[in-house]
């Protein structure tokens, strides 16, 4: 099982490094080795009850409390075990511990006291011990049991969107679109999980095209006003919001700047979220009234603050009504049984109940059902779940969130131990984050939360993520962020996380600083800093009293104080993301001394250089200097002979040698500047276990001077196709460069044409890929790779409409196409083209172009047969309102000639890029 659980803290990993301590690597004092037998014989009985606890709902206080006090006791000796081992492997660089002989471990005993520390652990494992039997635990009765046995299924699909929203958008839009020329603010309000976001923004996307200026932004439990109007400021104007990234402008100055914008422009903005009548009273005052008929949609779940925002005549409040009986059932049967009108009569009756219960809340039919989805058709089992949910949501209300925290409680009690614990770890992003879920998985593997019995741990990782995911406890986001192409990111439903973070903090197991939090703990493991104020001081010093105990530090956004990271000899993750410059070289001085570090990132333009004790991180397997301006590696990075991932700065200029060291390397991104690029090349061969690589090109001016001059000496040849980016075109030149483990190839820079030697990447499952010139040769090229699954193409210039036939792309399931031509290019599905397809994204440039590629082709949307959601993007600029209606219609009716129409996702919008 996982090393670390939620609920069970570091037992598994204790037991495991007792075992290694037993081992014939270490010739063990009598008295001593006699102690850790006892320990891993006591652990290991008390392990099962402890699992079994972990896995109970309902524990009375006792109970709760004793397994409490296991999972910190598991912590202090997992602690205590990896300062020894740290001690008698110092200095020694390899993996695995070296002999050492009976003189050697006494003397370390005596000098570092490790004899007494194991001494006091053993004193309280059998003080545990005794407690259990007094409590007698081992035939413990919860209060309340779980309703259904907690299982690990393997999921296959995702709940579409919701049903009914078609007609109230309708409604939103004819409140919007009232010929009042003043500013007019439309209130969406209701409780959480009725979808209120999701109709807010369908109605912008369906209107945003008329208005000058649009945006939308999240509010939140906990406003954080400099961020709010930098996320304004950065959808509206992408100029004056470079000047301020570069400036940093007071918050006055940042609103000042709107306020200009704004003037003379029509413009409609989404006020997500909004908890309390302070908060909109500052965001309204960034609106100015031009009288020129903008409009801004806010949603809240509070009565009384939709009120306030609908102050002026003009202004209009929207209830946002719970499901009807008839469409709650078309939600819940399409999620289980994949047809909204399908049922078996066995279940009818109980489904009926169960919805009654769902009280037309589409987050809690959707739960449910996700609950329900790939369990046995046993009405029995439909039964017990009917029973568990209690009485039920209101219609009128739902006694402050208790009926759905009930509902969502019965989801999270459906879970395996190892993904209870993966789902808490979400509660350290701040709400309506956008989480990347690479780095989620990276995290967990760095916890220890993965599951080690089954080799791959990554894969393990996605399968659990994959697991939360089906289960709609986390819902995917694929998002265009960097501006550098779409990436999948996922999210927690805000009452979703609010229930995590309160079971987390019944298991000590994160502790977040939001605003919200009223105490601290006395031992602190996982630190999430999302907000500063008054609390931050207090914070500070607890985690320096925890300092030999935290196992991870999170921290987002700007510091106006920085914790002082010394000594912490227990951190495995440490990720200081998206800082301006308030973190300074100075601060991560004494990152060497971490000794378990594993996942290290560093986003934050204030850090320009690593320290060059980075080599002594021995456990660090990802390095992630993204976001940063770390524009050189330390020299003894080479050390590094467990690190899978490396991702630096496009400003970094890499040394090729040291990849000749570093044979543990999975993944480079986003990799610009070699001093060797020839060297590289050949490097990159000997790395047997690559599985992606990125490769980026200058972004800007100065990073593209920085490049220029970082190239001097180079060959004029290579020195111009490096300079141009194309390294992409000289590293697939030919069939020799095959990279037989390369899964993931990502190259941001436009190449001329695709290289050949790509068809050769037999092993690649996602290309993702920018050509200037594109025919039907390129096409052919990448149809013949064998294993592609997802396939991201954006194309400059293409040769007229191009055909994809049915001889390639066998196991493509996404395909995202963005034609960015000038001229009449486009694309065409042929009968048997691309079988396995299940998601397409098409983006034109041009509404015309878009037109008569539809008109011509019909396009052979029928010929995708697993096609279930389609998405098309159309570009408002060089376009008009006419030609723009005339693709939705050519669409939608190409749409309905498809076999599965009625089980399709089809999604229309039109992009201002």
Known sequence: MAGVGAGTGALGSVIVKLATLLGDEYTMLKRVRKDIEFLQRELRQMQTLVNVLADMEGLDELAKGWKSSMRDLSYDME??????????????????????????????????????????????????????????????????????????????????????????????????????????????????????????????????????????????????????????????????????????????????????????????????????????????????????????????????????????????????????????????????????????????????????????????????????????????????????????????????????????????????????????????????????????????????????????????????????????????????????????????????????????????????????????????????????????????????????????????GERKQIPPLVDFQSLRVLDICGDNKSWENKHIRNIGSFCQLRYLRIKSLGITKLPEDIGKLQNLETLDMRGSFITELPSTTVRLQNLVRLFVSCLCVLSADMFGSMRALEEVADINQIDNPEKFLEELGHLNFLRKITMTGPWTELEGERLASSLNGLDDSLQYLYARGEIGEYLFRDPCCTFPHLQNLKLVTPMMRVPIGMAFLTNTLKLDIKVKQFDDEDLGILMDMPSLANLQLIVSRSGGVLTVSSNGFKLLEVFHYTNKAYETTGINFAAGAMPALRWLYLYWSHCGFALRNIENTGMGFEHLLNLADLHVEISVYRSNGDEMETVEGFVEKAIALHPNSHNLQLRLSRAVR
């Open 79 to 556: 602690e205590c075990i990896d300062r020894f081992m740290l001690r008698l492997d110092n200095g020694d660089a390899k993996p695995g511990f070296a002999k050492r002989t009976a003189r050697q471990l006494k003397t370390l005993f005596t000098r570092h006291g490790v004899g007494t520390q194991i001494k006091e652990l053993k004193a309280r494992v059998t003080e545990e011990g005794e407690r259990r039997q007094r409590l007698n635990l081992d035939n413990y009765v919860p209060t309340t049991t779980v309703a259904i046995d907690p299982r690990l299924a393997a999921f296959h699909g995702v709940a579409k969107g919701l049903v009914a929203m078609d007609g109230r958008t309708v409604e939103v839009i004819s409140l919007l679109a009232e010929k009042s020329m003043g500013l007019k603010v439309v209130a969406i309000v209701g409780a959480g999980g009725l979808g209120k976001t999701t109709l807010a923004m369908e109605a912008f996307r369906k209107i945003g095209e008329r208005f000058q200026c649009r945006a939308s932004v999240s509010v939140s439990r906990t406003l954080d006003p400099e961020k709010l109007l930098e996320d304004i400021l950065s959808q509206i104007d992408k100029v004056v919001s470079s000047k301020y990234q570069s400036e940093r402008w007071k918050k006055d100055q940042l609103i000042r700047e709107i306020q200009q914008i704004l003037t003379g422009k029509r413009y409609l903005f989404v006020i997500d979220d909004v908890w309390k009548q302070q908060q909109w009273e500052f965001v309204k005052a960034v609106f100015p009234d031009n009288n020129n008929g903008s409009r801004v949609i806010v949603t809240t779940r509070i009565t009384k603050v939709a009120k306030s925002c609908c102050l002026n005549s003009a202004d209009q409040l929207y209830p946002m009504p719970h499901l009807k009986v008839v469409d709650s059932r078309r939600l819940f049967f399409k999620r289980i049984f994949h047809s909204e009108n399908t049922c078996p009569t066995h279940l009818e009756d109980v489904s009926a109940r169960i919805l009654k219960k769902c009280g037309g809340v589409p987050l809690a039919i959707i739960t449910i059902a996700s609950l329900l989805a790939n369990k046995p058709q046993n009405q029995n089992e439909w039964d017990r779940l009917q029973e568990s949910i209690g009485t039920g949501l209101s219609y009128e209300s739902d006694d402050d969130g208790k009926g759905m925290r009930h509902i969502l409680l019965l989801s999270y009690w459906d879970l395996p131990h190892h993904l209870k614990t993966c789902l808490l770890y979400l509660c350290i992003y701040p709400e309506d984050w956008y989480i990347p879920c690479e780095e989620l998985k990276l995290k967990w593997i760095s916890e220890g939360f993965i599951d080690t019995r089954r080799g791959n741990l990554y894969q393990e990782a996605e399968s659990n993520f994959n697991e939360l995911v089906n289960r709609s406890l986390i819902r995917l986001v694929y998002a265009d962020l960097e501006g550098d192409g779409f990436e999948q990111y996922c999210q927690v439903h805000d009452i979703v996380l609010d229930l995590i973070i309160s079971l987390s903090e019944e298991e000590n197991f994160a502790t977040i600083l939001n605003g919200v939090c009223n105490s601290l703990p006395s031992k602190i493991h996982r630190f999430s800093l999302q907000s500063g104020g008054h609390e931050e001081k207090g914070a500070f010093q607890a985690i320096t009293r925890s300092r030999l105990h935290v196992r991870s530090i999170n921290v987002f």
